[in-house]
């Protein structure tokens, strides 16, 4: 009679056999960023076409020549909307709300918020990061030096009880990451009462600040899940200060060619100003210009997503149903179903590495295992990002057989060696 | 018979008189900046034209995707034609070459340069900056800390002798600024002799950079001024890296919704790339493939500027004109006469902030006195810089002919102060 490692042996080699002969169709999927398809780019082609016959004196000067560093009255208007503060709360920059984020963690450090002490000169500088999250809000904090503090993520947000602890108690925790809306890469939504206490918290520092990066507000692939509004609950709560916001135009029209804005209290805004014009006389207002007369407002920018939606869901629910007929009885292989954005969570405790590591033999490309998480370090090895946008609903059909053909391997390897090491 | 004070009075009144009379024309006159005039702006028309029909996927990828840091490949290879470098020595960026300058400065406080030491750990760090100069270069070392050594600008550049002999012996400077080509605001051209001496400096520090702000690199009103190649001379002199260069579309196309670039060694590229790759993902890449395509290569921008160059030349011209009418025989006011660029230079010992103050009476608003000097201090209150390019020809006319008579006022009251003061 055969032992249970027998058993798992023959499983491993018939799934072996079976991945081989899916991977000989070798057909390269990258699946590791969040970009838009060449589908979706045309989208945003009318943009373009009408570029020439623009009003550049519409606002009074000249939108080609020198000048607004905050940006265009009415991109600073459009992207009120988006964020639901007052245009005069809003500066719309160049293409990339990160590098925003950058500028005004690069601003803290050497020159301190709001009048408050550089951050260069404090003993030790620490931020909240929920995790699994954005892996380039973790890379600015190494870069500068700034201690990370993971925080997990539930189906609602991150744990409140601990941010509320952590941020009352110690004066060196000057800001936490959120993508609150189609979390990066979870894909949930912020709940009200999330919000509100995020927008309510007592922080011990002063200059603490929440980056609130609503990078997937307008994205949703069903109907649109509300997020409330933080800058109105952090007024309410005496934190008017408290929250720098960011959104970008990068999975809207062009992606890193877009507009990215970010929201603040005029106090901050004032302050922003003055330190973003040593660096700048103004952004790409052009390029303003030509989004505003594209996007319109927010209403139209709804029915654009629309589009977006109708190429992206395809690939969501693929997936949905692929990996729900392979492992709906498998407690030990969870994935998120978002309703916007552009990932999917998958969780696959003890093998996120291997499996990625072997769906890459079939030229399936996943963002490395732990990417998701402070200094790269998922203890439990556990969380996988897929970014389902880019490859076509064919590629996309390959990419999910070799992942769960490669999720298969990975735990019957793992079993196997659990009993082994017995 | 007369005293001399009474007949500078009489002249003063004179004088006075008639400003008054050609103040009541009460045009509004703005020279304070180096903007493009409305008219400059429609020669890059023809660029927004044809944005929609451009081939996104010529190099390979997709320009209106994420990706390429350093900028498109057909970009980096226009830009080294115009700083006369390989196409890998170049990063294209966004509109804004300030913004460039900033984030190396930046970046060297924060994280050193080439594996340096932090400049914000050392106990000082100092720029050279040769005045006048261009204001904002100054302010981005006032907002850092750094302290700067005013050096003077002569016809053929900055004085060397001085600088060689402050870099060889001071370790804490760690940078110098220059506009090497029609210089801002004195307009003149860095001999191959300055040049060659730049390029060849032996600093105490390793990490000492030129800033070479190559603004008005393909900017002439004339026969080009040929500038020497930098790069090659440090490359020769064994500083490979010590020259970073900048450069911009800013003034060939649109005002800061051009296109900006930098130059440097691989060996700073990659340096540059690393830290850049923090902040953001790529550049408005469907912005300069726009300006590819209209641009072309280095001779068909020589004709753009051709187009630029005939209508600016005659507001040049108009100031010399009238100037040399007014003042040829007067010792104590000249000016420079540039063969490009965007400004030039008057000088006015001890009746600058007058002359600016008694203008902006009439309407005609100068740079504020001094602001060419670091610290905004110009020992001798002698420099204006004239920014001809925003008027009319007409305006032009009117705003002259305020300048000259206010420093007719400003002399006469200066002198009748020295006779009186005696």
């Known amino acids: 009679m055969q032992t249970d490692v027998e058993r798992l042996y023959d499983k491993l080699k018939e799934e072996k056999k ?49 000048g607004d560093l905050a940006g265009l009255k009415s991109a600073r208007e459009l992207f009120a ?6 245009p005069e709360e809003v500066i719309v920059g160049d293409g990339s709300s990160l590098e925003m984020m950058y500028f005004l963690i690069d601003c803290a450090m050497q020159f301190g918020v709001l009048g408050g002490k550089p951050w260069n000169s404090l003993q ?36 409140m009880d601990l941010i509320e602890q952590l941020v009352s108690n110690d004066a060196s925790i000057k800001g936490i990451w959120c993508v609150p809306k189609y979390s990066n890469p979870t894909g949930i939504t912020y709940s009200d ?50 929250v720098y916001g960011f959104t970008s135009t990068s999975k809207i029209t062009f992606a890193g060619s877009g507009v990215a804005a970010l929201a603040a209290s005029e106090a901050n ?17 052009v390029n303003q210009l030509m989004h505003v007369a594209f ?27 692929k990996m729900s007929a392979a492992f709906d009885d498998d407690e030990r292989v969870k994935w998120s179903k978002p309703k916007g954005g552009y990932f999917i969570s998958l969780d696959v405790p003890g093998i996120a590495k291997r499996t990625v590591a072997l769906a890459a ?23 996988i990002r897929i970014a389902p946008s880019v490859p ?22 793992k079993d196997i060696a659990a009993i082994e090491q017995q």
């Open 18 to 66: 079976a991945f081989r002969k899916l991977a000989k169709r070798d057909i390269a999927v990258d699946m590791t960023r969040g970009r838009p398809s060449a589908e979706q780019l045309k989208i945003a082609l009318p943009m373009l076409e009408n570029a020439a016959s623009l009003n550049f004196a519409a606002e009074g000067g000249d939108a080609r020549n020198y």
């Open 81 to 86: 909307e988006i964020f639901e503060v007052k």
């Open 124 to 159: 030790s500088v620490k931020f909240i990061c929920p995790a699994p999250g954005y892996d380039r809000h973790f890379t600015i904090c190494e870069a500068f030096g700034i201690s990370m503090i993971t925080v997990p993520m539930r189906e609602d947000g991150p744990d």
């Open 193 to 242: 009462g999330t919000v509100v206490r995020m927008g309510s918290l007592r922080p011990a520092a002063k200059d603490f600040r929440v980056f609130w990066d609503n990078s997937y507000a307008v994205h949703s692939l069903y109907e649109d899940e509300k997020l409330k509004n933080i800058f109105e609950v952090a007024q309410k709560a005496g934190n008017a200060n408290m």
């Open 269 to 285: 805004i004032k302050d922003i100003l003055k330190k973003l014009g040593v660096r700048k006389i103004n952004p790409n207002k």
């Open 295 to 321: 996007l319109k407002d927010i209403q139209n920018i709804r029915e654009i997503m629309k589009q977006h939606a109708a190429i992206l869901r395809p690939k969501f629910e693929l997936f949905e149903t």
């Open 361 to 383: 033999e079939a030229g399936v490309k996943f963002t490395a295992a732990g990417a998701t998480f402070p200094y790269k370090m998922d203890d439990r090895d556990g969380n």
């Open 392 to 413: 076509t609903l064919e590629e996309m059909d390959y990419a999910v057989d070799v992942l769960i053909s490669a999720i298969k391997i990975a735990t019957l390897e």
